[in-house]
């Protein structure tokens, strides 16, 4: 099993910033995709962002057209934890925000696909306001 742990939600102002962090812990693997998807209230969860990684070398970073240019995934591996630093945030972005992840280096379209993964954190909210 592996644990997931989100933190780093909140409360903000439309254009300023947050980093998420999702450390995880338990059952290691040597290769992992690791995502972000997040839920507003009545819709769908939907597709954040993805990187993915084999032996220490990353592969890939994916971003929603939505979020891209302004939020970047990225992992610390030593600390078995993965960022994602939101900028220019908008009242949009406003949803909990989940962590994800799977054993299988996920190919398009898998990978922005939350059915394929195998583990979740239990979320973080990011609340935007105008």
């Known amino acids: 099993q592996v644990q997931l742990v989100e933190s780093g939600g909140g409360l903000v102002q439309a254009g300023d910033s947050l980093r998420l962090s999702c450390a995880a812990s338990?059952?290691?693997?040597?290769?992992?995709?690791m995502g972000w998807f997040r839920q507003a209230p009545g819709k769908e969860r939907e597709f954040v962002a993805v990187?993915?990684?084999?032996?220490?070398?990353?592969?890939?970073?994916y971003y929603a057209d939505s979020v891209k240019g302004r939020f970047t995934i990225s992992r610390d591996n030593a600390k078995n934890t993965v960022y994602l630093q939101m900028n220019s945030l908008k009242p949009e972005d406003t949803a909990v925000y989940y962590c994800?992840?799977?054993?299988?280096?996920?190919?398009?379209?898998?990978?922005?696909?939350?059915?394929?993964?195998?583990?979740w954190g239990q979320g973080t909210q990011v609340t935007v306001s105008s």
């Open positions: 990187t993915n990684w084999s032996g220490g070398v990353s592969y890939y970073a």
């Open positions: 994800s992840a799977d054993q299988n280096m996920l190919p398009t379209p898998q990978r922005s696909n939350p059915a394929y993964y195998g583990y």
């Open positions: 338990g059952r290691t693997f040597t290769s992992y995709t």
